[in-house]
T-cell receptor, first 111, second 114 residues
Framework: RKEVEQDPGPFNVPEGATVAFNCTYS??????FFWYRQDCRKEPKLLMS???SGNEDGRFTAQLNRASQYISLLIRDSKLSDSATYLC????????????FGTGTRLQVTL | ETGVTQSPTHLIKTRGQQVTLRCSSQ?????VSWYQQALGQGPQFIFQ???????GRGNFPPRFSGLQFPNYSSELNVNALELDDSALYLC?????????????FGAGTRLSVL
């Protein structure tokens, strides 16, 4: 079983749609959680950290369920510019000395 | 931009050769991590350097080695290149125990092994 699992997609959604990505992780000792965004042939960029209480940044909402070892990302009112691969990232060290990435979920937003 | 720079941007090598990739961390950051990203996969952790010492290593053979310099820049060396080493190599810098240990990535070096 992979340490971090994501549905690879692709998710094809029209502009303005709401889309949700899910991620599960296997190490119950994991301490920090992130969503990174990666555009084609570019480096990953931090989208947001994920906190136990859930957090929101504009159109993006992240949720963490430690009991189920499950992380989600919700994107509301999708824009064409949201088209990218979204990487679920987990750190079980507490010091980010090793980040474990999922394979990523590809999102394509269309007109 | 993240302020993390990597060189070269692209590299072509043949099987059996050796390669050195370089990374300059963001100003003030003391930690550098290296990742390998194969096509269609997420980045895989190679190792991390903190204050010039290796501080964690992923599941990579010893022919992957690195070092960090006093100015916190870093090198990744790969000996005896294999075809499967073809990938995007990413460097990320962070400031340990501050800012939630957020890692900021450079644009990567794309290595092709023929």
């Amino acid at each position: 079983r992979k340490e971090v699992e994501q549905d690879p997609g692709p998710f094809n959604v029209p502009e303005g749609a709401t889309v949700a990505f899910n991620c599960t992780y296997s190490n119950s000792a994991s301490q920090s959680f992130f969503w990174y965004r990666q555009d084609c042939r570019k480096e990953p960029k931090l989208l947001m950290s994920v906190y136990s209480s859930g957090n929101e940044d504009g159109r993006f909402t992240a949720q963490l369920n430690r009991a189920s070892q499950y992380i989600s990302l919700l994107i509301r009112d999708s824009k064409l510019s949201d088209s990218a691969t979204y990487l679920c990232v987990v750190d079980h060290t507490g010091t980010a000395s090793k980040l474990t990435f999922g394979t990523g979920t590809r999102l394509q937003v269309t007109l | 931009e993240t302020g993390v720079t990597q060189s070269p941007t692209h590299l072509i090598k043949t099987r059996g050769q050796q390669v050195t990739l370089r990374c300059s961390s963001q100003s003030g950051h003391n930690t550098v991590s290296w990742y390998q990203q194969a096509l269609g996969q997420g980045p895989q952790f190679i190792f991390q350097y903190y204050r010039e010492e290796e501080n964690g290593r992923g599941n990579f053979p010893p022919r992957f080695s690195g070092l960090q310099f006093p100015n916190y820049s870093s090198e990744l060396n790969v000996n005896a290149l294999e075809l499967d080493d073809s990938a995007l190599y990413l460097c990320a810098s962070s400031l340990r125990d501050v800012e939630g240990n957020i890692q900021y990535f450079g644009a990567g070096t794309r290595l092709s092994v023929l």
